[in-house]
């Protein structure tokens, strides 16, 4: 057996030059033992000798084996030194090895490199300075927990972004110092070692508490992008269970009014439920609309119909439905004989998204994130109208309402059970009728809409 002693956990340098002299030996992976300064050593193993340098030309491995043992040698696992030389003895067999993701190996130490990019996405995400008095100077000092040996490899990105700052960033395995000009390393630290807070932190928790937008929280994201691990060495996170309490207080109140439908209180729910949507920033596309446009039409509708997202003149209005489509839809409706009157109308996107020409918007359509984003919006509509039958109108509704792509050709016609279970129909937007160039197709096309909505109404008898 032979023995490599490594300097530290994340000694690339050193791991490289024994595996080359190894290499150039055909030392077989399962004879070497690979240690971290002073672990105990297998009592049947022999400390090998310096590694001597291979000869010229004699083995190369592909670049994207050297960033790939890179980062993996900064993780965790305490097989990783052995893992990469293994893999390193293959390539020499199996050029294109490193090229199979498939490969249980390969895939292993993929997966390694990537938690460490994490966690090295992590530090620079979440690592939080606190301001010192040191001497009569000023010195920001940061705690910070990695999962991997990731401070050393880190360094720089500090380095270069707190160039001016006198800092120390200090870890359980090893801390780092800045002096505004050259970088020293240090011992391990504790929590304890870091300060708690600093005036700035008052400042800057207010600010935030003052911008946080509940509206376009989405927990599970959040907890996915950052873990609570992280949240007990920030100062805003401090706040955040707080914060969306209260949220998840108000949102519980109106879906409580929703449920309740004596004595007009779906009215009282469905006007708070609209004021607010009025300042809805779930998705960016409320910075350029003019306005939310909200559903309209009584609380007790036995027909909610669902269209994409609110066209020019609605976005100016502030209303759904009262554009051309709208007049087209009104036509068609009153063709059925469906009392116009006694339905809700609202869209999947509550925002107009269109695209500047000139003088002109031209509406673009929403994307599935942006849809999805709004789908809070048009779940509460459900809740609180509890209409007989919900209509799409399109295929960006369908997705909204079904939570999936639906085809229009495929589902038209016939009645359909929502998640939920309420019953929905699918036929065309209006808005389609109009852009066919064709006048005979577009009165056949206008006909079977028609048709539709004929039967769709005789649902609700």
Known sequence: MRVVTLSEPDDFDGWRDAARGLITEDVPPDDVVWQVGDEPVDLFAIVADPAPAPPPGAFSVPRAFIDLARSAILGSDPERFALLYTLLARLRREPKLIEDRADPLVRRLDRIAKDVRRDIHKMRAFLRFREVEEDGTTRFVAWFEPDHHIVRANAAFFVNRFASMRWSILTPEVSIHWDGKALSE???????????????????????????????????AMLK??????????????????????AQARESGMIAKARDNVGGNSLIAWEALRDEAAGCTRCPLYKPATQTVFGEGPVDAPLMFVGEQPGDQEDIAGRPFVG???????????????????????????????????????????????VDACRWWIEQEQMLIKPKVTVALGATAARSLFGKVMTIGRERGR??????????????????????????????????????????GGRTD
């Open 225 to 246: 992008e950052m873990p609570k691990k992280y949240w007990k060495n920030m100062p805003e996170t401090a706040l955040v269970p707080g914060l969306l309490a209260a």
């Open 415 to 456: 009645a359909l059970q929502l998640p939920d279970g309420g019953e929905a129909w699918i036929t065309v937007h209006p808005s389609y009728l109009l852009r066919l160039p064709d006048p005979v197709l577009a009165a056949e096309e206008y006909a079977r809409f028609v048709e539709d909505l004929r039967v769709i």
């Open 324 to 370: 051309p489509a709208g007049q087209m839809f009104d036509k068609a409706m009153a063709e059925a004989g469906v009392d116009r009157s006694r339905a809700y109308v609202t869209n999947a996107v509550k925002h107009f998204k269109f695209e500047q020409r000139g003088k002109r918007r031209i509406h673009a359509k929403p994307g599935a994130g942006e």
């Open 186 to 220: 240090g011992p391990g630290a504790s929590k304890a070692d870091a300060p708690d807070g600093d005036p700035t932190e008052e400042v800057w928790k207010t600010y935030y508490a003052s911008i946080f937008n509940p509206a376009r929280v989405k927990i599970g």
